[in-house]
């Protein structure tokens, strides 16, 4: 994968680094780190989209591929100001102001600023650490990997230390492990090389060709998706009956690849085929809610070319291909039929464009 940087990674940077500016600042050949000085230094910002699966979750944890592409208009921001220390962490969506000895250890925003500051062989900083998304928490669009992902990128910037994506990716997964149990490991690579990718665990993602803009619409099903619960409620099943699981994942194997080569000609309706086979199988595994069947249902109807819950299941997100002209028809039947909010994203071989239609 490449190492190239998205624009918006970060938004602004400490103007004295390489320069005498006569006071301790990132990136000093020395190794001094900045003590916090409020009034010499601008707040550095960082921020990392969200993403969505469009097929394989689940069978992804058991070693067979998945494919998911970022969502670059939906961001997840963090933004460190100097401030006297300790280290001060507000997250006002989840009604966190803090300063970070008083979070626990193993409380994921702490977890993450701890392992990068050790990446980055440095003490956490006197700044106050502010996080804004726009990312739904519990939701399947990567909320918590892109915090932990704007947030590493946030300290490697204040620091003047650049992290490569695999560097980052690696931070997050360990973070990402509190939130899931076992996670597949496709929201940290996705989120923090922010491209589309063909993932399996355990081998370095590869970059997907895409052949064609892919029009696709995100619907929030408006019910939280507890991805712990559910990615822990399957493992059991395949404990129980692992023939049968191990089956429906190499299915779910096989509509992937054939999904992947639809991809990379640009053909459209053979992808939306994939996609309606993947989430029936996903309804066999037992991870779909009728909330989710009833929005599938009603995108199909409308016309969408294939449609498919996206994430976890037992609620979230409903990801449907469409094409131009039956957009606004399909949109129109997600909200009908439920729909809380409904984005539009365009897929194709360059960053993409996000739109957000609520």
């Not at 469009?54 to 401030?83: D, K, N, Q």
């Not at 496709?186 to 993932?199: C, K, L, R």
Request: charged share 20%; proline share 11%; with cysteine.
């Amino acid at each position: 994968m490449g190492t190239g940087r998205h624009p918006d990674y970060v938004l602004a940077v400490d103007p004295c680094r390489g320069d005498p500016c006569g006071r301790p600042h990132t990136g000093d050949p020395g190794g001094r780190p900045y003590t916090g000085n409020p009034g010499g230094r601008p707040p550095v910002r960082a921020s990392a989209s969200g993403k969505v699966i469009l097929l394989g979750e689940h069978a992804v944890v058991y070693g067979r591929p998945a494919i998911a592409v970022p969502l670059s208009g939906l961001r997840a921001t963090a933004i460190l100001t100097p401030h006297p220390g300790p280290f001060r962490v507000q997250a006002p969506a989840v009604g966190i102001d803090a300063p970070l000895p008083d979070l626990p250890p193993d409380h994921p925003l702490a977890r993450i600023v701890q392992l990068t500051v050790e990446r980055l062989r440095q003490p956490p900083p006197d700044a106050l650490l502010r996080i804004e998304s726009d990312i739904p928490v519990a939701s399947g669009l990567g909320s918590g990997a892109a915090v932990s992902t704007a947030i590493a990128r946030a300290l490697a910037a204040w620091y003047g230390v650049p992290l490569d994506p695999p560097t980052v990716s690696a931070l997050v997964y360990e973070v990402e492990r509190i939130y899931h149990g076992t996670p597949s490991g496709i929201d940290n690579t996705v989120i923090a090389h922010e491209q589309p990718v063909y993932f399996v665990r355990g081998r370095p993602p590869e970059p997907l060709p895409v052949g064609g803009v892919l029009h696709l619409l995100v619907a929030d099903s408006g019910v939280p998706s507890q991805t712990r619960e559910v990615v822990g409620d399957v493992r059991r099943r395949w404990e129980a009956e692992p023939a049968r699981y191990e089956a429906l994942f190499d299915r779910v194997a096989a509509e992937v690849e054939a999904a992947r080569r639809a991809i990379a000609q640009g053909d459209a309706r053979a992808l939306g085929e994939r996609m309606d086979a993947n989430h029936e199988i996903l309804r066999e595994m037992g991870v779909s809610a009728l909330v989710l069947d009833r929005l599938v249902e009603a995108a199909r109807r409308a016309g969408a070319l294939g449609a498919k819950l996206s994430g976890a299941g037992r609620g979230g997100n409903v990801v449907a291909l469409v094409d131009p002209p039956a957009a606004d028809r399909v949109e129109a039947a997600l909200r009908t039929a439920g729909a809380a909010r409904v984005w539009r994203t365009d897929v194709f071989q360059q960053p993409q464009r996000h739109e957000d239609t609520k």
